[in-house]
């Protein structure tokens, strides 16, 4: 993996014939209640900021020769102030919106669909005339008023599918019941939500409140830590720290994240 480009909001990495760029949609604050711990659980004094856990809200585009790919599409206007600035981390990766060929959902949580629609109630991404997402939560986004503009773009997304050549969908249920991650040329994984705070390297029994199935959710990013070392995959997700790709490693009975640097 190279870093080729990096903006206040973006960074682009090459894989062999892909590239990944991080598209930064904002930063929220939560409140530390959102982490849920085994008992004797407390959050160390460096993990808050004013007392509150800050939360990136960041997505994806994969390009290569066949398109463009654009997995999630951030808070929109629907969520908490300071997030649904997509479009300028577009913008200062070079692209515009009518460059999206395709969108891929990790999951029909808000802050990741909600980007699909504008400020004024239309199609986002004009061009994308695919949509694709979990099976399993095709009800949950047709029940969201927003994106009635997006329903006829839908198209049901199951484990091994590949939305662009070189990419493919994993089941990672537990935050969702849908949630998906996708693989990069075998060797980047862009896991969504599987992981809210870098305190869950150190402890990932810690959940999140947002998690639909905490138990679940446990055991999935469980597997697919040991999966990501195992096979040396490097990784990206929705809510990790700047820049939100780095990668994995063992660490005595937990793991440690490094985030990749230029
Ligand atoms: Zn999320």
Redesign the pocket.
């Known amino acids: 993996m190279r870093v080729v480009r990096e903006t206040e909001r973006s960074l682009t990495v090459e894989l062999q014939e892909l590239t990944v760029t991080m598209l930064l949609d904002g930063v929220t604050m939560m409140g530390a209640d959102c982490l849920r711990g085994p008992e004797g659980f407390a959050l160390g004094a460096t993990d808050l900021v004013d007392g509150r856990l800050p939360l990136p809200?960041r997505a994806f585009l994969v390009q290569g020769p066949a398109g463009c790919l654009l997995i999630d599409a951030g808070a929109g206007n629907a969520w908490h102030k300071g997030l649904g600035r997509l479009p300028e981390a577009l913008a200062e990766a070079g692209l515009g919106p009518q460059e999206v060929d395709v969108v891929a959902l990790t999951?029909t949580?808000i802050?990741?669909i909600s980007g699909l629609v504008d400020r004024d109630g239309g199609l986002a991404f004009p061009n994308a005339h695919r949509v694709l997402v979990a099976t399993e939560e095709l009800m949950a986004f047709r029940d969201e008023p927003r994106m009635i503009p997006v329903l006829p773009r839908l198209v049901p997304l199951e484990q091994g599918d590949g939305p662009l050549p070189g990419v493919v969908a994993v089941n990672a249920p537990g935050?969702s019941p849908g949630h998906m991650a996708f693989l990069v040329e075998g060797r980047l994984l862009i896991w969504?939500?599987l992981v809210?705070h870098p305190v869950q390297f150190a402890q990932p029994k810690v959940t999140w409140k947002?998690d639909e199935d905490p138990d679940q959710a446990r055991a999935t990013r469980g597997a697919l830590f040991d999966r990501v070392v195992d096979e040396g995959w490097l990784v990206a997700g929705?809510?990790l720290p700047h820049p939100g790709i780095g990668r994995l490693e063992r660490d005595g009975d937990a793991y440690a994240y490094h985030s990749a640097t230029r």
């Open positions: 809200v999951h949580h802050d990741h935050h969504g939500d809210h947002f929705a809510h």
